[in-house]
């Protein structure tokens, strides 16, 4: 029996290829295992999108060619976008891996280890990103059973002033709505109550296709042709949300009153600067249209501190209008300079410390209005999908609303009453933390849901 260890770094969307490449191994005879020092096959996907996220996964990588040390035959395999970034300097860097493969080698990863395992030097598969993966393509969840994601588009056409994405992935390339059908149907038919929809900007979905595809028919027919109970979509571009789209939430109950829309910034000028197509205006209509359509939609973003050239102003105006949004959930990053970006080359760059107060302002805004938005909540009852145990204290369940997203928002303790991982039960709200919730669920009184 062959054995593997994978470890799965970064977004979403890059953990749908760690899946793909565990369907593939699977295949070909291999058994996942927790412990690495009894894994044939050591495989770590990276991601390369900043600093932060490089030096993550060079030290795991580092930690895993431990294990080669007491064991020479195992096989260290890189995978993903810091190998897609950084190339051939990685294998003069890393000498103890045995196969180093981009974005666009996952798919065949099966056969490239086979390959590594006959060489004598280390391998390095480099291609020019182009591949998307369909149906067809070997797959196996690696997130629990009744949740998965489903990645509609590969690439990105916008050319953000601070994103490597579109030189790591390569242009925007979408899937067809009939592919990813099946896709959604096979993926209901393992389980599956919760199908969140990612892309880099889901809202340019069939934009590169000859047809009329977009995200609207391509919801349309994941309602229509599947049961799933819960859509979800994340990563919308502000101007590409349309009131077809609105409309359609708002009438299909089933894709869930929750959007992730990245604003990176609030200030008109840093926004030019960071080559986003809109403004502070612009986005204050695109609430008062989500709110018109959808009054109880959760609204979560990301914003950027400390761009080149921002000032203490453009600061000032991002807290004006976060204080007058009364956003659900935000999450705040610090600008990471990396090398290939156009605003690499801006001056006004900000020290670490003004980025560190400026992010500690906003933060301090924030949590005070996620906070008192919480409150909403309390004595309201809510279905909840359950994910089991919590991993605070096995005397507890947890799960998450419809307005609480995977691994990135808050969750819901439950405290009294029982209930299967994967069910979607009723639960009374009782109180209501900065970002999470508890409660009981109306069948506490019950044996089992």
């Known amino acids: ?30 058994t996942v295992v927790e ?88 391998l390095i598969d480099l291609r020019p990103a182009g591949f998307v993966m369909d149906s067809t393509s070997a797959r196996r969840l690696s997130t629990p059973s009744f949740r998965s994601y489903l990645k509609v588009t590969e690439g990105c056409n916008n050319r953000c002033s601070y994103c490597m994405i579109p030189s790591i992935r390569g242009n925007l390339r979408s899937r067809t709505i009939d592919d990813l059908a099946v896709e959604a149907r096979n993926l209901q038919k393992q389980g599956v109550q919760e199908l969140t929809l990612i892309a880099q900007d889901l809202t340019a979905y069939g934009v590169d296709l000859a047809d009329d595809t977009d995200l609207v028919g391509l919801l349309k027919r994941l309602a229509a042709e599947t049961g799933i109970p819960w859509l979800r979509l994340l990563y919308l571009y502000p101007t590409g949300i349309s009131d077809g789209l609105l409309e359609l939430m708002a009438a299909e109950p089933r894709i869930l009153p929750y959007l992730d829309i990245p604003f990176q910034h609030i200030s008109d000028r840093i926004l030019r600067k960071m080559n986003r197509r809109y403004s502070s205006a612009d986005l204050e209509k695109l609430l008062d249209r989500i709110r018109g ?133 009723e639960v009374r709200v009782t109180e209501a933390h900065t970002y999470d919730l508890v409660g009981e669920l109306l069948n506490a009184g019950e044996a089992d849901v």
């Open 1 to 30: 029996m062959k054995t593997l260890h994978l470890v799965s770094l970064g977004c979403p969307k890059n953990l749908v290829d760690s899946e793909v490449m565990l369907g593939r191994l699977e295949h070909d005879g291999y």
């Open 35 to 122: 412990n690495p020092a009894e894994a044939d096959l050591l495989l770590v996907n990276t991601c390369g999108f900043i600093g932060p996220a490089v030096e993550e996964a060079v030290d795991e990588i580092l930690r895993l060619a431990e294990f080669k040390q007491d064991d020479p035959d195992k096989l260290l395999v890189v995978t993903g976008c810091l190998v897609q970034r950084y190339g051939a300097d990685l294998k003069k860097e890393l000498p103890e891996v045995d196969l180093f493969t981009g974005t666009d080698g996952f798919q065949e990863i099966d056969l490239l280890v086979r390959q590594a395992g006959h060489s004598k030097e280390s």
């Open 293 to 425: 359509h959808l009054p109880e939609c959760a609204i979560r973003t990301t914003l950027m501190v400390g761009f080149p050239g921002e000032t203490e102003s453009d600061i000032d105006t991002m807290i004006q209008y976060l204080s007058k949004w009364q956003l659900d959930h935000i999450g705040i990053f610090r600008y990471e300079d990396e090398d290939g970006c156009a605003a690499f080359s801006f001056s006004g760059k900000i020290d670490e410390e003004v980025m560190q107060q400026r992010y500690n302002r906003v933060m301090e805004v924030q949590s005070e209005i996620s906070k008192n938005k919480q409150q909403r909540y309390i004595g309201r009852v809510e279905p909840v999908l359950v994910e089991g145990i919590s991993r605070e204290s096995d005397l507890l369940l947890e799960g998450r609303t419809r307005f609480q997203a995977p691994e990135i928002d808050g969750c819901v303790y439950i405290t009294a009453g029982t209930a299967d991982a994967g069910a979607i039960a």
